[in-house]
């Protein structure tokens, strides 16, 4: 048979189908006739034409008549990605790591191809870990893909980071993203200022504390996507933005944040304050010596001050350039920073003792600001109590109980605490506190002489949650590791801290129960999770792992549906459980 034969046979189905269509809707050839010129009934060449009309109001991206080869994998490229899959599973990878690193890398893997491979090559499951061991996994060495701003095409992959994405709604709902975009942090031509910023958050949120293993943090499409990148930056970028960003950018960032909780009442009447230690490991010859209480001993390293609200948990100030000849001068600058705008009421500052000097004491009186602190305690001043009479008040304590304490409410002078328009020593209110678990008496000193005493011991009893805030950052934002392996600039790297920090308190408030939390048990709750992300033409649907706590933040997510995003390409989010867990 030659060429001109077969195609005189008119054999094919499709062919006669697409010939007879072509008549009738092209041509415009009567139905009767085309049916009779191929061989078809009047009734199914009708029943043909309808067929055919409904195959183009489903728009398929496939052809109703021609057969197209299928993409499928070539063989090389099936044996590079078998490899890496093997390769990370021999580093004790998990099978959602590979397919979310996989992914990362440009192959449209599932679970079940992994799975699969590696069941074939003869591997076990893996053993389940503990935190510390999935932390310790060996780095593999891989060529991570170049960072740029997300298409937004139609697609569909894995992300170990999905619980990530449940913050967004709270930087839409409390204008955090317009602060972000009018502030005057640096940007370039391929990542903006909003990706550079939330790129920083992602990773502060995420509790990576290795940044040198950045074959993996860099390759989680659900950490691109909160920045509005297909990935995220590599370490360098990180290093260099942080070279560009200065001291006064910084200011302007925390000034504007101030008015965000100002506005969104975030912050009472009451200031907590105090100092922290962050470790300088490089050289180290212009750094002064300060107390590191995580290391129980002086070390080379940068003076930090942290304002927090007792309330609400935000942390409202920090600064990280104190020198010893400028520590007593710190809370007259953030009274400066806190009244520059006329933005809230502060009434209370509390800290401890060594945080300034009598007089600058008297200055906070002449400004009107009521303070409370801890007398420096010496010995004469301990061996003096005795002779005191004590008064017993019961305070409420943790758990709905009450707790007796024994208090001498008195009025003193003190040295330097003056009236700066006469010269002479004023009046100071000092409380003296026993009964309270601790050997020696305490010494509270205020100027207010109308507040309660029961009043004075809770407010300083709370000033011990700005410590706690401390703690929480060297520990799980890594404060004290200076963003970790990565150079940034530790007064930029401290800012980010900071809004991070506040995001982790505001995601709190929104759970109610929750509020009281720490960040790290916030993160294990609600934001550690995993599962598919999928962005559609006018959404994004954010699929997360089934967990004991996730309707709460289902619930919650709920509430934000009409929310929109302009670094996201104005799609609205969409969460909702896997259908596997």
């Given at each position: 048979?030659?060429?001109?034969?077969y195609f005189?046979?008119?054999?094919?189905?499709?062919?006669?189908?697409?010939d007879?269509?072509?008549?009738?809707?092209?041509?415009?050839?009567?139905?009767?006739?085309?049916?009779?010129k191929?061989?078809?009934t009047?009734?199914?060449?009708?029943?043909?034409?309808?067929?055919?009309?409904?195959?183009?109001r489903?728009?398929?991206?496939?052809?109703?008549?021609?057969?197209?080869?299928?993409?499928?994998?070539?063989?090389r490229?099936?044996?590079?990605?078998?490899?890496i899959?093997?390769?990370h599973?021999?580093?004790?990878?998990?099978?959602e790591?590979?397919?979310?690193?996989?992914?990362?890398?440009?192959?449209?893997?599932?679970?079940?191809?992994?799975?699969?491979?590696?069941?074939?090559?003869?591997?076990?499951?893996?053993?389940?870990?503990?935190?510390?061991?999935?932390?310790?996994?060996?780095?593999?060495?891989?060529?991570a893909?170049?960072?740029?701003?997300l298409?937004f095409?139609?697609?569909?992959?894995?992300?170990t980071s999905?619980?990530?994405?449940?913050?967004?709604p709270?930087?839409?709902?409390?204008?955090?993203?317009?602060?972000?975009?009018?502030?005057?942090?640096?940007?370039?031509?391929?990542?903006?200022?909003?990706?550079?910023?939330?790129?920083?958050?992602?990773l502060?949120?995420?509790?990576?504390?290795?940044y040198?293993k950045?074959?993996?943090?860099?390759m989680?499409?659900?950490?691109?996507?909160?920045?509005?990148?297909?990935v995220?930056?590599?370490?360098?970028?990180?290093?260099?933005?942080?070279?560009?960003v200065?001291?006064?950018?910084?200011?302007?960032?925390?000034?504007?944040?101030?008015?965000?909780?100002?506005?969104?009442?975030?912050?009472?009447?009451?200031?907590?304050?105090?100092?922290?230690?962050?470790?300088?490991?490089?050289?180290?010859?212009?750094?002064?010596?300060?107390?590191?209480?995580?290391?129980?001993?002086?070390?080379?390293?940068?003076?930090?001050?942290?304002?927090?609200?007792p309330?609400?948990?935000?942390?409202?100030?920090?600064?990280?350039?104190?020198?010893?000849?400028?520590?007593?001068?710190?809370?007259?600058?953030?009274?400066?920073?806190?009244?520059?705008?006329?933005?809230?009421?502060?009434?209370?500052?509390?800290?401890?003792?060594?945080?300034?000097?009598?007089?600058?004491?008297?200055?906070?009186?002449?400004?009107d600001?009521?303070?409370?602190?801890?007398?420096?305690?010496?010995?004469n001043?301990?061996?003096?109590?005795?002779?005191?009479?004590?008064?017993?008040?019961?305070i409420e304590?943790?758990?709905?109980?009450?707790?007796?304490l024994?208090?001498v409410?008195?009025?003193?002078?003190?040295?330097?605490?003056?009236?700066?328009?006469?010269?002479k020593?004023?009046?100071?209110?000092?409380?003296?506190?026993?009964?309270?678990?601790?050997?020696?008496?305490g010494?509270?000193?205020?100027?207010?002489?109308?507040?309660?005493?029961?009043?004075?011991?809770?407010?300083?009893?709370?000033?011990?949650?700005?410590?706690?805030g401390?703690?929480?950052?060297?520990?799980?934002?890594?404060?004290?590791?200076?963003?970790?392996?990565?150079v940034?600039k530790?007064?930029?790297?401290?800012?980010?801290?900071?809004?991070?920090?506040?995001?982790?308190?505001l995601?709190?408030?929104?759970?109610?129960r929750y509020s009281?939390?720490t960040?790290?048990?916030?993160?294990?709750k609600?934001?550690?999770?995993?599962g598919?992300?999928?962005?559609?033409?006018?959404?994004?649907?954010?699929?997360?792992?089934?967990?004991?706590?996730?309707?709460?933040?289902?619930?919650?997510?709920?509430?934000?549906?009409?929310?929109?995003?302009?670094?996201?390409?104005q799609?609205p989010?969409?969460?909702?459980?896997?259908?596997?867990?």
């Amino acid at each position: 048979m030659d060429a001109f034969e077969y195609f005189q046979m008119n054999h094919l189905v499709k062919k006669r189908q697409y010939d007879a269509l072509k008549e009738f809707f092209f041509l415009k050839r009567p139905a009767k006739e085309v049916a009779q010129k191929y061989g078809y009934t009047e009734a199914s060449f009708y029943s043909l034409t309808r067929d055919f009309r409904n195959y183009l109001r489903q728009d398929k991206q496939d052809d109703f008549f021609f057969i197209s080869k299928p993409k499928g994998r070539k063989k090389r490229a099936i044996r590079e990605l078998d490899d890496i899959i093997i390769t990370h599973r021999k580093h004790n990878f998990s099978v959602e790591e590979i397919v979310a690193i996989t992914n990362a890398m440009g192959y449209d893997v599932t679970y079940g191809y992994v799975y699969s491979l590696l069941r074939k090559e003869g591997f076990a499951r893996l053993h389940r870990r503990s935190k510390r061991e999935r932390k310790e996994i060996e780095p593999v060495k891989i060529k991570a893909p170049e960072t740029d701003t997300l298409e937004f095409k139609a697609e569909k992959f894995y992300s170990t980071s999905t619980g990530l994405l449940s913050f967004l709604p709270i930087i839409k709902k409390y204008g955090l993203d317009k602060v972000i975009a009018r502030s005057s942090y640096p940007e370039t031509s391929v990542v903006n200022r909003m990706s550079s910023i939330l790129a920083f958050v992602a990773l502060k949120a995420s509790n990576i504390k290795r940044y040198s293993k950045d074959d993996l943090w860099c390759m989680d499409r659900g950490m691109g996507l909160f920045a509005g990148l297909n990935v995220l930056p590599k370490a360098a970028w990180f290093s260099s933005y942080s070279s560009r960003v200065t001291s006064d950018m910084n200011m302007k960032f925390l000034r504007a944040l101030h008015s965000i909780w100002t506005e969104n009442d975030l912050l009472s009447d009451t200031s907590n304050l105090d100092f922290t230690t962050i470790p300088y490991w490089g050289n180290d010859d212009h750094l002064e010596n300060n107390w590191s209480g995580k290391r129980h001993k002086a070390l080379p390293s940068m003076l930090a001050v942290l304002a927090q609200d007792p309330d609400s948990g935000i942390i409202d100030y920090g600064h990280c350039n104190v020198m010893h000849n400028n520590e007593p001068k710190v809370v007259l600058e953030y009274l400066d920073f806190y009244k520059r705008d006329g933005a809230g009421e502060l009434r209370y500052l509390v800290f401890d003792s060594k945080f300034t000097s009598y007089e600058n004491l008297s200055k906070l009186d002449d400004n009107d600001v009521n303070f409370i602190t801890i007398r420096r305690r010496g010995k004469n001043l301990v061996e003096s109590v005795k002779n005191k009479s004590f008064k017993k008040i019961r305070i409420e304590a943790s758990g709905l109980k009450k707790r007796s304490l024994n208090v001498v409410d008195e009025r003193i002078t003190l040295k330097g605490y003056i009236d700066f328009k006469t010269g002479k020593k004023k009046e100071i209110r000092q409380i003296i506190i026993t009964g309270n678990g601790k050997i020696k008496p305490g010494f509270v000193i205020l100027n207010d002489f109308e507040i309660s005493v029961e009043q004075v011991v809770r407010k300083y009893a709370r000033r011990w949650l700005v410590e706690k805030g401390i703690s929480q950052q060297i520990e799980f934002f890594h404060l004290n590791r200076v963003t970790s392996s990565m150079v940034i600039k530790v007064d930029f790297d401290f800012v980010m801290t900071i809004l991070t920090h506040n995001l982790y308190r505001l995601f709190a408030l929104e759970l109610e129960r929750y509020s009281h939390f720490t960040a790290e048990r916030i993160y294990e709750k609600f934001i550690e999770n995993k599962g598919d992300v999928e962005i559609k033409e006018n959404e994004i649907i954010v699929g997360m792992k089934k967990k004991r706590d996730l309707p709460l933040v289902l619930e919650t997510m709920k509430l934000y549906e009409d929310y929109t995003y302009p670094w996201l390409n104005q799609l609205p989010i969409y969460f909702q459980a896997s259908s596997s867990s």
